[in-house]
Each structure stands twice: as structure tokens, then as C-alpha cells.
């Protein structure tokens, strides 16, 4: 079964500093997405970042990155420039060759200013 | 992109009682998804919605206690049975679509569930 992974239940940065979110996942698929989504109070589920998991390449989308290493399973968060609208929960997410998206546990991410 | 509407965005209910929740897409999707999310805690997979077909519970989930519809391919609902306070969550909506394997999936706003 598959299985995701978040070490860090809360984590804090200061503001325009940057800050790295830690996910691993379990899987036996060699074909699958991952994504890492935001919750802010609204509870809306906010789609941050995906990455394709046969790219090699990071995904990026401006002041958020991930660094995807397959073989150890790794999918890790980066945001730079923090702001204070960063602050949320942070999920990581896999999604299944069956369109189910597993969730990790979260992160709760707080901004100082 | 798909936009998912949600009914209602919270409700107090009594326990013993049932709610049903309303799930309405802009767009015909293949699969529907209901997840819960208890206070403090990660979206968990309560059952997948296909139009046409029973939905497919996840391990710790049963019909009896959540009963899904998914009359066409823009619409579904769930029902929390003979709710308890343990019932107390954020439950919400999702779709996806085989047919484009790189979407993420969207949600709706969610509905606050409070059981009392």
C-alpha cells in the first residue's frame, strides 16, 4: 500500500528567509505524481507544486521548489522569500495510478515576521 | 481546472441523526472522491464515487454509515448516518479524471461537521 510521510509536524521561519519541508512516500508504481498542497484557515485545499514522477527534472513554480529524488522516495518542499500568507498546513500528496490521492500527515508551518 | 461546490459549509447536528452533503462539479468528471478530515488531522479517503457504479469504500469505511450517490457525472452526495460526536470533522469533496493524468485534484470548500 502506499504510504506518505511527513517528519515535521510544525515548523517555523522568519520572514524572507527560506524553509524546507520534508516528505517520503512508499510505493511498488513506477509511474505516479506527487504534489504538496496548502491549507490555509479557509480550509481550501490549495494546490502548491506537482511533479511528475518519470520528469527528472525538479518542478518549480516561482518561490516554491521540490527536490525529487525517486530512488530514495524523497519529495521535499523549499519555499523561498517566506511571506507571511505561507503560513498553513502543508500536505504532501501521491497520487495513484487510480486517481486516489493519499495524504500525509502535515505540516503546520508558521511565518514570524 | 474544475470548480466544486459544496453544501453546506457547516452544519451543528444532533447526535442519532443523519446529514447528507452535496458535491456539484462544473464539469463531467469520471471519479468522485470523499475524504474526511478530523480536527487536527490529514484528509483521509473515505470512498470513490464512479457514475453508474456502487462507490468503493476505503478500509474502515462502510455504506451503512456513509451512503453515496452519484446520480450523473457532475453530482454526488454523501450521508454521515446515525452521526456522533466522533463523526465531528471537515468533510470534502474531490475529482480527478483519468483521461488527463497530470491534473492534480480539486477540491471543494468542505463542510464542517459538528455533532453534538
Known amino acids: 500500500a502506499q504510504t506518505v510521510t511527513q517528519s515535521q509536524p510544525e515548523m517555523s521561519v522568519q520572514e524572507a528567509e527560506t524553509v524546507t519541508l520534508s516528505c517520503t512516500y512508499d510505493?511498488?508504481?513506477?509511474?505516479?505524481?506527487l504534489f504538496w498542497y496548502k491549507q490555509p484557515p479557509s480550509r481550501q485545499m490549495i494546490l502548491v507544486i506537482r511533479?511528475?514522477?518519470?520528469?527528472?527534472q525538479n518542478a518549480t513554480e516561482n518561490r516554491f521548489s521540490v527536490n525529487f529524488q525517486k530512488a530514495a522516495k524523497s519529495f521535499s518542499l523549499k519555499i523561498s522569500d517566506s511571506q507571511l500568507g505561507d503560513a498553513a498546513m502543508y500536505f504532501c500528496?501521491?497520487?495513484?495510478?487510480?486517481?486516489?490521492?493519499?495524504f500525509g500527515p502535515g505540516t503546520s508551518l508558521s511565518v514570524i515576521p | 481546472s474544475a470548480v466544486i461546490s459544496q453544501k453546506p459549509s457547516r452544519d451543528i447536528c444532533q447526535r442519532g441523526t443523519s446529514l447528507t452533503i452535496q458535491c456539484q462539479v462544473d464539469?463531467?468528471?469520471?471519479?468522485m472522491f470523499w475524504y474526511r478530515q478530523q480536527p487536527g488531522q490529514s484528509l483521509t479517503l473515505i470512498a470513490t464515487?464512479?457514475?453508474?457504479?456502487?462507490?468503493?469504500?476505503e478500509s474502515g469505511f462502510v455504506i451503512d454509515k456513509f451512503p453515496i450517490s452519484r446520480p450523473n457525472l457532475t453530482f454526488s452526495t454523501l450521508t454521515v448516518s446515525n452521526m456522533s460526536p466522533e463523526d465531528s470533522s471537515i468533510y470534502l469533496c474531490?475529482?480527478?479524471?483519468?483521461?488527463?493524468?497530470?491534473?492534480?485534484?480539486?477540491f471543494g470548500q468542505g463542510t464542517r461537521l459538528t455533532v453534538v
Open positions: 474531490s475529482v480527478g479524471s483519468r483521461a488527463v493524468l497530470n491534473t492534480e485534484a480539486f
Open positions: 510505493t511498488s508504481e513506477s509511474d505516479y505524481y
Open positions: 511533479q511528475e514522477a518519470y520528469k527528472q
Open positions: 500528496a501521491y497520487k495513484t495510478s487510480y486517481d486516489k490521492v493519499i
Open positions: 464539469s463531467q468528471v469520471t471519479m
Open positions: 464515487a464512479n457514475q453508474g457504479s456502487e462507490a468503493t469504500y
